[in-house]
């Protein structure tokens, strides 16, 4: 079977801090080694989503300036974008982008950015800056998944590790699952140990980094789902990841000792 992936990298121009873009590098990179052509398209202000083309999305991070301009933008990519997750793409999203998928994002100022409300949550500007490595637990149920989409028998490790710097602190509605509880670092507000959200195969999360180089088991996952849309559930090819669990143990390593 010649699987071929389209990925929609939303605002890249603006939203891409801290190396947000080694997320579509990784895919693609993981794809490739399997045979999967990538088809990868960027999509920012003023531009339109093509309706019915894309399985996997990705939305970086961006300072409060950036994301009072792509928020305008954004509302009117609400529908489309809804729709597409409705239908089962698979959107990751960190930081910023993240916080504009929510209800609203109130920056320190008090400005208040409306967001599309994919996830049930709000973001308010604090004066606070969570600024460190973010080791987290995978929520348990999006755990098992993960262990079925790696091609080993044995998953390495339950946990995603990626680097937070974020003032804004993160309150999900109560019907809004997170995407793991915090081991070390603050994750969506430093409060209640959530971190991230899960809604549908959308994931928000404050997972800077690259996030996806390091997790090669979240990178797995996020491309198994987003092929299934089209081609129904499909066994990756198992790739030498042994520097991609090294680097995720060191980081994993360094956190644990920092915290
Ligand atoms: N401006 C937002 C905050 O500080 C997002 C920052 C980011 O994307 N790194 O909360």
């Known amino acids: 079977m010649n699987y071929k992936l389209n990925i929609c990298h939303l605002y890249p121009d603006l939203m891409d801090t801290y190396g947000d873009k080694g997320n579509i590098l990784a895919?693609?990179?993981?794809?490739?080694?399997?045979?999967?052509?990538?088809?990868?398209?960027?999509?920012?202000?003023?531009?339109?989503?093509?309706?019915?083309?894309?399985?996997?999305?990705?939305?970086?991070?961006?300072?409060d300036q950036a994301q009072s301009i792509v928020g305008e933008d954004l509302l009117k990519?609400?529908?489309i974008i809804?729709?597409?997750?409705?239908?089962?793409s698979v959107l990751l999203s960190v930081c910023g982008g993240y916080q504009l998928l929510q209800n609203y994002f109130q920056t320190k100022e008090g400005q208040k950015i409306p967001g599309i409300g994919l996830f049930d949550a709000h973001t308010v500007g604090s004066d606070n800056r969570m600024i460190q490595n973010l080791l987290i637990e995978i929520d348990p149920n999006l755990n098992s998944e993960i262990e079925n989409s790696y091609p080993t028998d044995n998953l390495p490790s339950n946990f995603l590790i990626g680097f937070e710097n974020h003032s804004g602190k993160?309150?999900?509605?109560?019907?809004?699952?997170?995407?793991?509880?915090?081991i070390?670092?603050?994750?969506?507000?430093?409060?209640d140990q959530t971190e991230g959200a899960i809604y549908k195969n959308a994931f928000g999360c404050y997972l800077h980094g690259s996030l996806l180089p390091k997790n090669p088991h979240f990178a797995d996952y996020l491309i198994a789902k987003a092929l299934e849309k089209n081609y129904g559930p499909v066994q990756l090819e198992q790739l030498?990841?042994?520097?991609?669990?090294?680097?995720?143990?060191?980081?994993?390593?360094?956190?644990r000792a920092s915290s």
């Open 27 to 63: 895919i693609t990179y993981r794809c490739q080694k399997r045979g999967i052509s990538v088809n990868l398209e960027n999509v920012s202000v003023g531009q339109n989503l093509k309706s019915a083309t894309y399985d996997l999305f990705f939305f970086g991070g961006g300072q």
């Open 77 to 79: 990519k609400s529908d």
């Open 82 to 88: 809804k729709k597409y997750i409705d239908s089962g």
């Open 170 to 182: 993160t309150y999900l509605g109560k019907n809004l699952k997170p995407l793991g509880s915090v």
């Open 184 to 191: 070390v670092g603050s994750g969506n507000n430093g409060e």
């Open 240 to 255: 030498d990841d042994e520097i991609e669990w090294q680097a995720h143990a060191k980081a994993v390593e360094k956190t």
